[in-house]
């Protein structure tokens, strides 16, 4: 079990990948049962958009209608991490994210990242126009690990973007661990750059594999390096999260809302 400042401290995980995603190794099922023994409030399944080499069929995402909103007191999101991309995708609207109209109805969310198997790694300019450009998108709600120093951008830009579209940006643990080698230096500039914007991020695991669903302790320790206000942490409480989701058009059902509502009463 987590200490207790750290389970109050962020009580939501928005990025975590399923055995759905061939590169992770967990069920949902696995995924419930471990975020109980953190002591998790809220985890979210973002598998991987249709344009990654491993992603799961269409159908995977249009059947998380099946799943429950709450097993064991832990609320469950249903959400993708899609792709951004160099080009319209197919049935799209014209958005450069893989994410066609009709999967939209059945996602409460969508993270966006760079994945070099979909988006070759290009110059400052390019890789800040097509953030910016899925963060102008109107389906996307968080973007992916954009500390990745395979991807530099203007962080400046982005993240005067992000707070014009309402879009957080994600201090991903993973990135500071096996994944994205480099990004430290790189994350704490991004937090000074939101912090110096007063603009918001998510923090998550990226786990896959469900023994690390939760897991935020390097991800928290640059954030208190950075002395981040705490306020402008959406996924601290599932309350702040589902308003934030609320605010994106995105609807839940009464029982959900009120679990959240009474977490914090």
């Known amino acids: 079990m987590r200490g207790v400042f750290v389970i109050n401290f962020i009580a939501c995980d928005t990025h975590s990948h399923t055995v759905a995603s061939t590169h992770a190794y967990s069920t949902l099922h696995d995924y419930i ?5 953190v002591g998790l409030s809220l985890l979210s399944i973002t598998d991987h958009g249709p344009e990654m080499p491993d992603s799961p069929h269409m159908w995977h995402f249009g059947n998380m209608k099946v799943w429950p909103r709450l097993v064991d007191n832990i609320g469950i999101l249903r959400g993708i991490e899609a792709n951004i991309l160099s080009q319209p995708f197919q049935g799209s609207g014209h958005r450069y994210v893989d994410l066609p109209d009709g999967m939209l109805p059945f996602l409460d969310f969508a993270i966006a990242s760079f994945h070099e198997p979909v988006f070759t790694p290009g110059s400052i300019k390019d890789n ?20 990745n120093p395979n991807y530099p951008i203007n962080q400046d830009e982005v993240v005067r973007a992000a707070k014009d579209n309402n879009v957080l940006l994600e201090i991903n643990n993973s990135s500071f661990l096996l994944s994205r080698k480099g990004s430290e230096p790189i994350c704490k500039r991004l937090l000074e750059t939101v912090a110096n914007h007063d603009w918001k991020i998510s923090v998550s695991s990226d786990a896959h594999i469900s023994y690390d669903v939760g897991k935020f302790d390097q991800a928290e320790a640059i954030i208190e390096k950075v002395g981040f206000n705490p306020d402008n942490i959406v996924t601290k409480t599932p309350k702040r999260f589902l308003s934030f989701l609320q605010d994106h058009g995105k609807s839940f059902d009464a029982e959900l809302l009120e679990w959240a509502n009474k977490l914090e009463s």
């Open 128 to 147: 800040t126009a097509a953030m910016i450009r899925a963060i102008k998108s109107g389906v996307v709600q968080i973007i992916g690990h954009p500390g």
């Open 33 to 37: 049962a471990s975020a109980k023994d």
